[in-house]
C-alpha cells in the first residue's frame, strides 16, 4: 500500500548535499485506505531555504494527471507519461497504476511545505521552508492512495487530508448569503480608474435594464497610489500591470481625485442606487508593492509591518501582528458601511523568504484573514491568488478564486480558463466553493461563459463596462429576485476526461455537478485546432447510481429516458457548439424537471411530495412521463401544457400532477 521511497537528500543553506539524516515514516491514514509519510531531520548549518529535502519515489512512468502550481498564486493541469518531466511545483498527481491508480497529495505542515517535481532520477518530493531553519521534526510530506475509480479516488484523497489536517471540507464551509446572489466588479470595466461617478452610472445602467444585481466589488484601485495617476489613459494593458505591481499604497482612503467625497460617500449612494451589498477589494500587501514608507497607512500600521530583502513594507507574519493588520484594514472598510471584502494577493508567502518559515508564516495570515472577515463581515469574503498549498491547507473561509484572472474577448483564454477551473475542482475545489472568476455578457464566449459560472457551483458576477450589460445573456442564471441556483459541489471534470488533454483530442469536455439527487452535465468542444469532436453523455459521468433517469438538454429541448448503463451520443461540430444535460430520477412514471428556462432549474424546485412540486418562482417548468399527465394549480385548476412526446411542459409555481385516464 505503502508509496515506497528509494533515497533521501538534504541541502544545506551553502548547498552542501547530504545522503543521509532523512527519517521518513508512512502511517495509514483514513481507515488505512491511505498513508501519509512523515519526515524528520536536522542541518546544523540550515537547511537550504528553496530545497531542504528531496525525497525520490520508485516508481515507474505512467500516464498522468498533474496539477501544477505554476505561478505563485494559481494551479492548472498538466498531463503526460514521464514523471521526470513533472513540472517544479506539483500540488497533486493522478497516475495510472495498471488497472488502478494511485493518488499523491503533497502537504504543507506547520513549517515545511512539499511539492512533486521531475528530476533526472523521476518523481522527487521537494521540500521546504522558506527560511534557514535547522530542525524538521515529523513534518507530514504527502499523502497516497490507490483506488480502481479515478474521481472517487480524488475526492476521498482530499477528504483524507482534510481529515488528517482538521481541515473543513466544502460542504462543512457556511456561504455567506451575499454570495447566493448576483454581482458585478469593477475591474474590467474600469480597471484601476475606477471613479464614484462611474459606480453610480452602472447602477442606474441596471436599474433601467431591470438587471437584479444585488452586490458590486470596488476593485484595483480604488484607494491612494499616486503612481496609478500617472499612468497614461492609452497605456497598454501590460504596460499598466507593470506599473502597478511596482506600485505603493499612500493611504487606505478613496484616491482623492475619483473619490473626492471619500469611501463612505460611494458606499452610500451604491446602497441608496439599488446595490445592496457592497464589497471593497484589497491586497494582502495593501498595494502589490507594499506600503510607501513614511505614508499615512505605514504610520498607522508600523507596528504590524516588516521589511522583506527586497525593502518592501508589508503585513508581518507573526500572529498578533497580522491580526491587527488585518483588523484594522477590516474594521476601516466595514465603518464605510461595506458589507464584504474581496482579499488578493494571498500566494505571497515567498516575499517572506529568510524571514518566516512557510508554514508559520501562512497559518499566521490566513488565520488573521479569517479571523477579521469573521468579526466585521460574518464570514463575508473572496479569497483570491491563493492556490498554493501554503494558503489552501490553512484557510478557514469558504469561497476562493480557482483560475487566472478573466481576459475578455479571447478564445484561447475561454480554453485555459475552462481547464484551469474544471481540474482545480479536484483538489482545491473539495475544500472550497471555487469562484471561476467574473466575466462580460457581451464577449463573443458569454453563452459559454454563463454556462460554465451556473455549473460550476461558485458564485456569479460580471465586470461589463458602463452601457454594455446584456440582460438576456443573464436570464437563464438569475431568478427575478436576484438570487442564482447553485449547484451542490464544486464542477469537476467526469472521471473519463480525466487522464487527456481535452483540447488535444478528438473528444467531448465534460464538466458535472449535482444538485440533490439530480446530475448535471456540461459537453464543450476545447479542441484546440476547431476539429469536430463526439463522445456520450450518462448520468453516471454526473456520479449518479445506477437506474433510470429522464434527460433534458437546455439547448436543443430535447427529451428521453434512459435505462441503466445507456448512453447518449453528442457531437460538436466547432468551439461554438455546447450541451448542457439534467437527469433526474425517474420516480412512479414520472421526472420533475423544475424550470426549463433556468440552466440549472431543476434547483427551483423547492419542494417535492409524491404528486406535487412547488417551486421558488413561477416558470416554465418541465416533466418527463411515459404516460400524458394532467396538472393543477394549488386551488385545483387545471394547467394547461404542451406535451411533445415524453415531455410535457406548463407555466406555474405549485403544480399537482397525475396521470391523465
Known amino acids: 500500500m505503502n508509496l515506497s521511497l528509494r533515497k533521501s537528500m538534504i541541502t544545506d543553506r551553502q548547498n552542501n548535499t547530504i545522503e543521509h539524516g532523512v527519517r521518513s515514516e508512512q502511517r495509514p491514514v483514513f481507515g488505512d485506505r491511505g498513508t501519509v509519510c512523515l519526515v524528520s531531520a536536522q542541518c546544523e548549518a540550515g537547511f537550504d531555504p528553496d530545497s531542504a529535502i528531496l525525497l525520490y519515489a520508485d516508481l515507474p512512468n505512467a500516464p498522468y494527471l498533474a496539477i501544477e502550481n505554476h505561478s505563485p498564486f494559481w494551479c492548472r493541469p498538466v498531463w503526460g507519461d514521464d514523471l521526470s518531466s513533472l513540472p517544479d511545483r506539483v500540488q497533486e498527481l493522478l497516475i495510472r497504476d495498471g488497472d488502478g491508480y494511485l493518488a499523491i497529495l503533497p502537504l504543507c505542515g506547520n513549517v515545511f511545505k512539499t511539492v512533486l517535481c521531475g528530476t533526472e532520477e523521476g518523481l522527487a518530493f521537494r521540500m521546504y521552508a522558506n527560511a534557514p531553519v535547522t530542525e524538521c521534526c515529523e513534518q507530514p510530506a504527502f499523502l497516497s492512495m490507490r483506488g480502481d475509480h479515478p474521481l472517487s479516488l480524488l475526492f476521498d484523497i482530499a477528504e483524507a487530508a482534510g481529515s488528517f489536517l482538521g481541515l473543513p471540507m466544502r460542504k462543512e464551509r457556511p456561504v455567506a448569503d451575499v454570495f447566493n446572489t448576483f454581482g458585478w466588479c469593477s475591474w474590467d470595466a474600469m480597471q484601476i480608474r475606477v471613479n464614484h461617478a462611474g459606480m453610480l452610472e452602472k447602477a442606474a445602467e441596471f436599474r433601467e435594464k431591470k438587471v437584479p444585481v444585488r452586490f458590486a466589488i470596488l476593485d484595483d484601485m480604488w484607494a491612494d497610489v499616486p503612481a496609478l495617476n500617472e499612468i497614461p489613459a492609452d497605456a497598454s494593458f501590460g504596460s499598466m500591470v507593470s506599473t502597478m505591481h511596482k506600485s505603493k499604497l499612500r493611504s487606505f482612503e478613496g484616491d482623492p481625485v475619483r473619490f473626492p467625497h471619500g469611501m463612505k460617500a460611494v458606499v452610500d449612494d451604491l446602497h441608496r442606487a439599488g446595490i445592496p451589498n457592497v464589497g471593497v477589494w484589497f491586497p494582502t500587501t495593501g498595494y502589490w508593492a507594499g506600503l510607501e514608507p513614511g505614508s499615512e497607512i505605514e504610520e498607522q500600521e508600523k507596528e504590524n509591518l516588516v521589511t522583506t530583502p527586497s525593502g518592501q513594507r508589508i503585513v508581518s507574519p507573526e500572529t498578533e501582528k497580522a491580526q491587527a493588520y488585518f483588523g484594522d484594514l ?124 451556473a455549473i460550476s457551483g461558485g458564485p456569479i458576477y460580471v465586470s461589463d463596462k458602463i452601457g454594455r450589460t446584456r440582460p438576456e445573456v443573464l436570464k437563464p442564471l438569475l431568478l427575478q429576485s436576484g438570487r442564482i441556483i447553485r449547484p451542490d459541489e464544486s464542477a469537476t471534470p467526469t472521471e473519463d476526461c480525466l487522464m487527456e488533454n481535452p483540447t488535444k483530442t478528438n473528444k467531448i469536455f465534460k464538466i458535472r455537478n449535482r444538485i440533490g439527487e439530480n446530475g448535471l452535465v456540461a459537453v464543450f468542444n476545447i479542441q484546440a485546432e476547431n476539429r469536430s469532436v463526439s463522445g456520450f453523455v450518462s448520468p453516471e459521468n454526473a456520479r449518479l447510481p445506477l437506474g433510470t433517469y429522464a434527460y433534458y438538454e437546455y439547448f436543443t429541448k430535447t427529451a428521453g429516458i434512459l435505462q441503466a448503463g445507456e448512453e447518449i451520443p453528442v457531437r460538436l461540430e466547432n468551439r461554438d457548439e455546447f450541451r448542457l444535460y439534467t437527469f433526474v430520477p425517474m420516480k412512479n412514471g414520472v421526472a420533475a424537471l423544475g424550470r426549463l428556462d433556468l440552466f440549472m432549474g431543476v434547483g427551483a424546485i423547492e419542494k417535492q411530495d409524491d404528486n406535487q412540486i412547488t417551486l421558488c418562482e413561477a416558470g416554465t417548468t418541465g416533466f418527463v412521463s411515459e404516460r400524458p399527465l394532467t396538472f393543477t394549480d394549488e386551488n385545483g385548476n387545471a394547467v394547461p401544457c404542451e406535451r411533445t412526446g415524453i415531455l410535457s411542459v406548463l407555466n406555474g409555481k405549485e403544480v399537482r400532477y397525475a396521470f391523465a385516464q
Open 330 to 453: 477590516c474594521r476601516t472598510v466595514k465603518s464605510w458601511g461595506a458589507d464584504f471584502v474581496k482579499i488578493d494577493n494571498q500566494g505571497f508567502h515567498n516575499r517572506y523568504r529568510g524571514i518566516a518559515p512557510i508554514g508559520q508564516s501562512a497559518k499566521a495570515i490566513q488565520n488573521a484573514i479569517d479571523n477579521a472577515t469573521d468579526d466585521c463581515f460574518g464570514g463575508a469574503l473572496i479569497n483570491c491568488m491563493g492556490m498554493p498549498s501554503e494558503c489552501m491547507f490553512n484557510r478557514r473561509s469558504a469561497i476562493s478564486r480557482c483560475s487566472d484572472d478573466f481576459m475578455p474577448e479571447s478564445r484561447e483564454w475561454f480554453a485555459k480558463n475552462i481547464l484551469q477551473c474544471a481540474y482545480n475542482g479536484l483538489l482545491q475545489g473539495q475544500f472550497y466553493v471555487n469562484d471561476w472568476d467574473m466575466w462580460w455578457t457581451d464577449d463573443e464566449q458569454a453563452a459559454k461563459n454563463s454556462l460554465c459560472r
